[in-house]
């Protein structure tokens, strides 16, 4: 009897032991960084992917070694949730850590970032340099005013709606669909204004706005001196606007030349009084306030300041407009 209490003794022990062995190497395992591939990789789970599908995938792409190490992985976790989304693997990993990422929804996307004042053409080519979406498609799809037809009625293309801000674009992503995400950012800061202004009117002029006005605090006041020469017909003499036209039509040299301030184009405010046809660049929310909300003044010039702080001298007269200037040209020379 002792005998045979000796022997289960030592088979019991031979199996405690087996186990440990066995847990021991799959705790390595799982643990253990893996990368079976040379270039990065992409993986995408649908929604509703199965483990047992996710694992396969990965086990493919050689993000791990084994499918069962990532089966083994949602053992230990089994009321972890896996993010459907897209995903990239470029350095070696475990099982865990991989299966932490996906629970944790670690989905890879790229980052587009808008300054405020960014034309159409300046967006394609932030666009175009995530190797994506091509600018000229990305142009093709601003084109199309559809997006934001019911708050502009009048707009020509979706430059003004294009909302600058930072904005994650993934893989997938069609041109047409960024335009979306940035004109529905748009159309929540606008709503923001709470404001019953003319949207076509309110944008063109912020855009022109955010264009000569560097500094923040004085975006209201440039803001003024439009609405001033607007009210009593004074053509705007917008320099931006100037440049936009030349833009458009391909033939902007970085310098305004007479030409340029003769041009015919409807956008030149040189030539023509009041607003440009539409939006000359995309407007942040202080220059579309300043829009809404121009400050109460006289003024009907403005110049810039030779300090370099990129502020302006205003003025209500020519001759002090006039004296502005003369300072201007005496400071840079």
Request: hydrophobic content about 45%.
């Amino acid at each position: 009897m002792r005998g045979l209490v000796r022997v289960l003794g030592a088979v019991i022990v031979a199996v405690l032991s087996l186990a440990g062995l066995a847990g021991g190497f799959m705790w390595k395992r799982l643990h253990e960084p893996y990368k079976g591939f040379s270039q990065p990789v992409f993986v995408e789970f649908a929604r509703g992917t199965s483990t047992r599908e996710i694992a396969a995938q990965l086990g493919s792409k050689g993000v791990i070694s084994d499918e069962w190490l990532f089966l083994a992985a949602r053992a230990l976790r089994r009321g972890a949730r896996l993010q459907a989304g897209e995903y990239k693997f470029e350095n070696a990993a475990s099982p865990l850590d991989v299966f932490g990422r996906i629970q944790r929804g670690d989905i890879f996307y790229l980052e587009l970032l808008i300054p405020e004042g960014f034309n159409i053409f300046d967006v394609a080519d932030a666009v175009g340099r995530l190797g994506t979406v091509k600018p000229a498609d990305f142009l093709a799809a601003a084109k199309d005013p559809s997006p934001i037809r019911d708050l502009d009625p009048e707009a020509p293309s979706l430059e003004g709606y294009l909302f600058p801000n930072k904005y994650r674009i993934y893989r997938y992503m069609t041109a047409r669909q960024i335009c979306v995400m940035m004109t529905a950012e748009f159309r929540a800061r606008w709503n923001s204004l709470h404001t019953d202004a003319n949207v076509h009117r309110a944008v063109t002029l912020a855009s022109m706005v955010e264009r000569e006005a560097h500094l923040a605090g004085e975006q209201p006041v440039v803001a003024s001196v439009f609405a001033n020469r607007m009210r009593i017909g004074m053509k705007l003499d917008c320099d931006p606007t100037t440049i936009y036209a030349a833009v458009l039509e391909n033939r902007w040299s970085g310098t305004i030349h007479r030409s340029d301030l003769d041009n015919p184009s409807p956008w030149n405010t040189y030539q023509h009084a009041g607003l440009p046809p539409g939006p000359i660049a995309n407007p942040g929310i202080g220059a579309l306030e300043a829009a809404v909300h121009p400050a109460e003044s006289s003024y009907l010039y403005f110049v810039a300041k030779a300090d370099g702080s990129g502020g302006h001298n205003f003025a209500d007269s020519l001759a002090k407009h006039g004296a502005n200037v003369a300072e201007y040209h005496r400071a840079r020379h």
